[in-house]
């Protein structure tokens, strides 16, 4: 079984629609809202859908959180504003019939047709594939024996995902499903395409040559 964990923060625009999708997806999977102190309703939103449990406020911490309490032993993380593809989940499940994989990611889309966010898609798809490093929005699963065994995401503001991989790769393949992940574009538009992949191209070569999450969060945030 799958474990799908959402973690969440003042979504209560989001988290609805996307459970009431998920209410459609196919395979066999439990959905587990981690909610970090939202201030809306968030909560009794999700509540109609999901398991909700509360965490400290903090993705890493939020994700982590919802693993310790999952069922299934296939963890799959979500974010509140990605879709994935009605047989994802299912292709999932026959990806990890093959013990030698440590875990992967979906086909990263984004809900735009311009040709900006197309060939974002398209070197997000590439550079994730080859270096075999996803973010978070493309819908990362791993096996829960290896979760537990690499001690789950880092406790860091940014770039959890990031190291996630990095110690995955070392315990068995990660593979890029083919069914898709569509991420919403909001966080481009809400802040402006050009100043959004820049600011996510300098958080990743800063972080490459050493500088802190932490550092990087204070000083850019989370622009994913």
Same mark, same amino acid.
Request: charged share 25%; hydrophobic share 40%.
């Given at each position: ?12 625009? +989001? ?7 998920? /209410? ?23 509540? =109609? !859908?999901a398991t909700v449990i509360a ?11 919802? @693993? ?16 994935? &593809?009605?047989?994802?989940?299912? &292709? ?15 086909? !990263? ?7 900006? !966010?197309r060939n974002h898609m398209f070197?997000?798809?590439l550079r994730a594939r080859l ?13 829960? /024996? ?9 406790? +860091?503001?940014?770039? =959890?995902?990031? =190291? ?12 890029? @499903?083919?069914?898709?992940? /569509? ?30 999450? &932490?550092?990087?969060?204070?000083? !850019?945030?989370?622009?994913?």
């Amino acid at each position: 079984m799958i474990s799908v964990i959402i973690p969440v923060l003042n979504e209560q625009a +989001q988290v609805g629609g996307l459970l009431r999708y998920l /209410t459609d997806v196919e395979g066999d999977f439990e959905t587990i809202v981690v909610d970090g102190g939202s201030m809306d309703k968030t909560i009794d939103v999700a509540r =109609e !859908y999901a398991t909700v449990i509360a965490s400290k406020r903090g993705r890493a911490v939020q994700m982590n959180t919802g @693993a310790g309490r999952a069922n299934g032993d296939i963890l799959l993380f979500l974010h509140v504003d990605c879709l994935p &593809e009605k047989d994802a989940f299912s &292709e999932v499940e026959s990806i990890m019939k093959d013990f030698r994989v440590a875990g992967g990611a979906l086909k !990263y889309d984004i809900d735009d047709p311009s040709p900006l !966010y197309r060939n974002h898609m398209f070197w997000s798809n590439l550079r994730a594939r080859l270096a075999g490093i996803y973010l978070g929005d493309h819908g990362i699963f791993v096996r829960r /024996t290896v979760f537990d065994k690499v001690g789950g995401f880092p406790a +860091q503001p940014l770039m =959890e995902d990031v =190291e996630l991989c990095k110690k995955l790769k070392k315990e068995g393949g990660l593979v890029q @499903a083919k069914s898709k992940i /569509t991420s919403s574009p909001r966080r481009f538009k809400q802040k402006g395409f050009t100043r959004t992949v820049l600011q996510m191209q300098a958080n990743r070569l800063l972080y490459a040559i050493g500088v802190p999450a &932490e550092r990087l969060a204070k000083h !850019y945030g989370d622009v994913r």
